[in-house]
């Protein structure tokens, strides 16, 4: 082994054993911080400065972690407690910015793996955002309207302390739409009385940015263009696999359905819906409806349009495609399913959701040279237009659909630009994964280093 090769190998391991030390059984934590370490150490080592610094100790570190509890009382009159998180990682080029989670699943790791995932993509989007996650093990499945907004208000009583426009300003995430952010909103301006752009993914009549529900979906289209004409290929006739069917999933099927492709399966946390004849327009407002009005299942679907087949307990990796679009949650694409994609000729995984691949399905698609982007690229689409939804609520102004989506087009561009910058390697492989993570750690590690040890 070279010099430079052992340096970096021992700087790696002795780097991942202290992480694993300091934030014990946090394994989604862990494994986001790897990918990370993987691509930026071997860069890293060229910028002495950066080690003397601690640049990558102190990244890992969050500037804040605030856990709280949340209160509530459901229908029934029985009181229910949950578990409230707020997870402030890093604001070195601005204000932190990130979603809120409220899933059954949701715990302290998660948390922190989607924070430190949010600073890397946040940098990425050339806007002035820092990296936060917050969240809730609450879950809105099978809850009343009164049950959610009583939850949310709790749960905004107690963050609003910690969050505002200049310093923290949360958007929604897996279970948190418009309905949330609109409870919790309301909670924020009465307990503040003011009103400001604390939250992102706001009604249309209240400071809300045309384009941000269409935008994370929408982004991953269009970065997934950009990577497919690295190849001179594009969406048109392809097939495209898409898994979860809430607002990423909606939006990248409207999307890739537009640009020509057969979009052949959507799912949830319980199987999978099969259309081999493809989704259509009408199809996709009875999916917009099911999901957003009626909040039902998927395997309606099969009810409305018996030609397709539901999957009950299965994901979607074993159908045939061209182009796979991951848009539900993390590590549903395992070594298997990573193998049954390439084995059936997909050769496009473009990321919905945020770190949805398990490094053994990343190995897969790497080593077999196929397109792959990981999510802090490819739906870094939806924190840009909650940025763009900042710069609006600080005009008072409101920009059209068509310039919001002009500027949505142009920041996934520059993204894929910048992975295509860090990212190629020497036989012209792009490698996304790499490209992402320092381009994205460079800007945040020089901000951190001349703003000093703080
Ligand atoms: P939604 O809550 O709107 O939809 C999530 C979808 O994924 C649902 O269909 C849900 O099914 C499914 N899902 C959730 N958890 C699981 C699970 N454990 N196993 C299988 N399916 C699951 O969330 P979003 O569409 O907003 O988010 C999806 C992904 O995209 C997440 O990884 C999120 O972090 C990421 N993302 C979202 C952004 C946004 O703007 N919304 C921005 C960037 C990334 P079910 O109804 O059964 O729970």
């Avoid at 990321?351 to 690229?377: C, D, R, V, W």
Wanted: include cysteine; hydrophobic fraction near 35%.
């Amino acid at each position: 082994m070279k010099t430079t090769d052992k340096i970096i190998a021992d700087y790696k391991s002795r780097f991942m054993a202290e992480l694993k030390t300091k934030n014990p059984g946090e394994t989604e934590f862990h494994q986001a911080v790897s990918e990370v370490v993987d691509s930026v150490v071997p860069y890293m080592v060229q910028y002495p400065y950066l080690m003397e610094q601690k640049v990558l100790e102190r990244m890992v570190e969050p500037e804040r972690v605030i856990m709280f509890r949340v209160p509530w009382v459901d229908d029934r009159g029985e009181i229910q407690i949950n578990r409230g998180y707020r997870v402030q990682m890093n604001s070195a080029i601005g204000p932190y910015k990130g979603g809120i989670r409220f899933h059954a699943s949701v715990n302290l790791s998660i948390m922190k793996f989607l924070a430190f995932e949010q600073t890397f993509k946040n940098a990425l989007t050339t806007l002035p955002m820092g990296g936060a996650k917050g969240g809730s093990d609450f879950s809105p499945r099978g809850k009343s309207d009164a049950e959610v907004m009583r939850f949310c208000q709790s749960f905004m009583t107690e963050l609003q302390r910690h969050i505002g426009a200049d310093t923290d300003v949360p958007a929604g995430d897996i279970g948190v739409g418009g309905r949330e952010i609109g409870y919790m909103f309301g909670q924020y301006k009465r307990l503040r009385d003011e009103f400001t752009g604390t939250l992102t993914g706001k009604g249309q009549y209240w400071g809300g940015s045309l384009m941000r529900p269409e935008a994370t979906g929408y982004g991953a289209c269009y970065f997934a263009e950009a990577m497919l004409a690295t190849r001179g290929e594009s969406f048109a006739g392809k097939r495209v696999c898409i898994s979860g069917a809430g607002n990423v999933a909606q939006y990248a099927a409207q999307k890739a359905m537009r640009l020509g492709a057969k979009v052949l399966t959507l799912s949830d946390s319980d199987g999978f819906i099969y259309d081999e004849e493809g989704l259509d327009e009408e199809k996709m407002k009875f999916v917009f409806e099911l999901k957003n009005i009626r909040r039902g299942r998927i395997k309606e679907y099969v009810t409305k349009y018996p030609h397709a087949k539901y999957f009950a307990g299965e994901r979607p990796w074993r159908i045939p495609c061209d182009i796979a679009m991951p848009c539900a949650t993390q590590n549903e694409i395992e070594k298997t399913d990573a193998e049954n994609l390439v084995k059936n000729g997909c050769f496009c995984v473009t990321e919905g959701a945020n770190m949805p691949s398990t490094p053994e399905a990343i190995a897969i698609f790497q080593g077999a040279k196929i397109l792959y982007s990981p999510g802090k690229a490819s739906n870094a689409g939806g924190v840009a237009t909650s940025g763009l939804e900042m710069t609006q609520n600080s005009m008072r102004l409101k920009w059209t659909a068509e310039e919001v989506d002009q500027r949505l087009r142009t920041i996934m561009a520059d993204i894929h630009e910048a992975c295509i910058k860090y990212g190629t390697e020497e036989d012209g492989y792009i490698n996304y994964v790499k490209g992402a993570n320092i381009a994205g750690f460079m800007k945040v590690a020089n901000a951190m280093v001349e703003q000093g040890l703080v």
